[in-house]
């Protein structure tokens, strides 16, 4: 059985990468041997897959989920003397959440935070603070800015505080000031979260390529 492109058996070539125009790193085996056209086991998938921003069909569960997730109504229970849930009707943070902030209100920062929850396994706000020191102000911060760190002097703070990197220059937010979402637990960084969308990228890179 013989492989041909063209005139040429690619198995009688010193590099059959070349006549294909493949990219020999991006298919170079796991066990450091040769190249192999039939076994790509090492594609980075997510480079291939690119920004999931810009698939389809990344996109179209997304927005659905970014529409109806907003749509539940937000409840606030607190225990009573019996130890049965009381509904509560209002509430401070309940405020908060809905509004927001001046620029965009409780709708416009729940979709964002289901995007990149989504997208990341880690979702982010901030609070501003008042003078007398409750938040009265509530901003999602890209989780591509938004980094946890904990302390080298003292190891048994697991998060001592959030560094956020804007336009060049880091900016460091108290744990207290910062609601941190986390889908489960990465392994590779207990201190953030794991997407599920991550182990899909080959998927996404085939319905592009299919595309």
Known sequence: MRFKYGERDLLSLNNPFKALSINRSSVEQADGGGTDIIRP??????????????S???MACLMWMQRKFPEAPM??????SDGADDLLSTHPMMDLIETANPWYDGTLLWMATVMDYTLDGNAYWVKVR???????ELWWVPTSTME?????????VFISHYEQMVNGRKIHWNSDDVVHFRFGMDPRNPRKGMSPLKALFREIFTDNEAA
Do not use: C, F, Y
């Open 56 to 58: 389809s069909i990344v």
């Open 75 to 80: 409840t606030m229970k607190r225990q009573n």
């Open 41 to 54: 086991n090492r594609i980075s998938w997510s480079a291939e897959a690119g920004d999931p921003l810009q």
């Open 148 to 156: 946890p760190r904990h302390s080298r002097k003292d190891q048994t």
């Open 130 to 136: 008042s003078e007398a020191g409750g938040p009265v």
